[in-house]
């Protein structure tokens, strides 16, 4: 079985500053991980992935996160915030023999200027 | 590449109307469509997977003769909402697997949301 927690339903930052959204995931088999954004009535944009090669994850608009399996996290951090990057923002669990992605509760990440 | 729209971009009906959804993947074949739901602050709830020429599978919970899927085609997927309710308001995300890919690898569409007064 595979889960995934969110810590944060809600991180606010100021723009320029790092941000940090807390991921940890359950699953039987070596998952694979993924970071997905949602702008307000917009559909899902994918990040960054993880599928067992390097445990640094970089991905786009400056995101990154780091697979941690003694830690079972996978983090999502960026140096700096902008403004465009409010928005939902989901961790993901797949893998396994399944071909079944089970989402997480989203962060919303809030940027003031 | 990779492109899946979903049509329409939104859609009003009143209750006891079915409305239908569908799902394209532009550029590749899609053997394997998923349809997602999403209520308003909440995360995305797999319905159901389909298979090209094959009955979906429905997840737990969802109600097969409600939301009829059909995957007639490699490119096409349709998800009807029959005889719908002010509670069956959401939105609608469907996402396609190209056959031969890795199991994950799912491009999503930009969604339907679908409000039933």
């Known amino acids: 079985a595979q889960s995934v927690t969110q810590l944060d339903s809600h991180v606010s930052v100021s723009e320029g500053t790092p941000v940090l959204l807390r991921c940890n995931y359950s699953?039987?088999?070596?998952?694979?991980l993924f970071w997905y954004v949602q702008h307000p009535n917009k559909g899902l944009q994918l990040l960054l992935k993880?599928?067992?090669?390097?445990?640094l994850v970089k991905g786009i608009n400056g995101f990154e996160a780091e697979f941690k399996k003694s830690e079972t996290s996978f983090h999502l951090t960026k140096p700096s915030a902008h403004m465009s990057d409010a928005a939902e923002y989901f961790c993901?669990?797949?893998?396994?023999?399944?071909?079944?992605?089970?989402f997480g509760t989203g962060t919303r990440l809030q940027v003031f200027p | 590449g990779a492109v899946v729209s979903q049509h329409p971009s939104w859609v009003i009906c009143k209750s006891g109307t079915s409305v239908k959804i569908e799902c394209r993947s532009l550029?590749?074949?899609?053997?394997?469509m998923f349809w997602y739901r999403q209520f308003p602050k909440q995360s995305l709830m797999l319905m159901a997977t389909?298979?090209?020429?094959?009955?979906?599978?429905?997840e737990q919970g969802v109600e097969k003769d409600k939301f009829l899927i059909n995957h007639a085609s490699l490119t096409l997927s349709t998800l009807t909402v029959t005889s719908a309710h002010p509670e069956d308001s959401s939105f609608y995300i469907c996402?396609?697997?190209?056959?031969?890919?890795?199991?994950?690898?799912?491009?999503f569409g930009p969604g339907t949301r679908l409000t039933v007064t």
């Open positions: 550029d590749f074949q899609a053997t394997t």
């Open positions: 699953s039987s088999y070596s998952p694979s």
């Open positions: 993880y599928t067992s090669a390097a445990t």
């Open positions: 389909s298979n090209e020429g094959s009955k979906a599978t429905y």
């Open positions: 993901v669990v797949g893998g396994g023999n399944t071909d079944k992605l089970i």
């Open positions: 996402s396609a697997r190209e056959g031969g890919s890795r199991p994950y690898e799912q491009y």
